[in-house]
């Protein structure tokens, strides 16, 4: 599975951003698509899940503003971001069948 996930920039506090990202290399539907990140000194951490069914799981660090819509695509997924937090600023990767896409890097700025 390869994971190519697109996005990311800079973007100052209260703004939005949108990730978007693409498995490749597998024949079916994958059940679910994941987005994490990890900030600086800290440990990666689950930012949003998405089955195939729809249904989704945020942390609460990021419920209300954060979400992760299926692509029309088969396994697309993206991650729209809304007002955004400098405590948001990290490596943002996505995550599928225990497969890791390249990170992209989301920085807020205060």
């Known amino acids: 599975v390869q994971l190519q996930a697109s996005g990311g920039g800079v973007v100052q506090t209260g703004g939005s951003l949108s990730l978007s990202c693409a498995a490749s290399?597998?024949?079916?539907?994958?059940?679910?698509m994941n987005w994490y990140r990890q900030a600086p000194g800290k440990q990666r951490e689950l930012v949003a899940r998405i089955t195939i069914g729809g249904i989704t799981n945020y942390p609460d660090s990021v419920k209300g503003r954060f979400t992760a819509p299926r692509g029309n695509a088969r396994n697309t997924v993206s991650l729209q971001m809304n007002n955004l937090k400098p405590e948001d600023t990290a490596v943002y990767y996505c995550?599928?069948?225990?497969?890791w896409g390249k990170g992209t890097l989301v920085t807020v700025s205060s």
């Open positions: 290399g597998v024949s079916f539907s994958i059940p679910s």
């Open positions: 995550n599928a069948l225990d497969n």
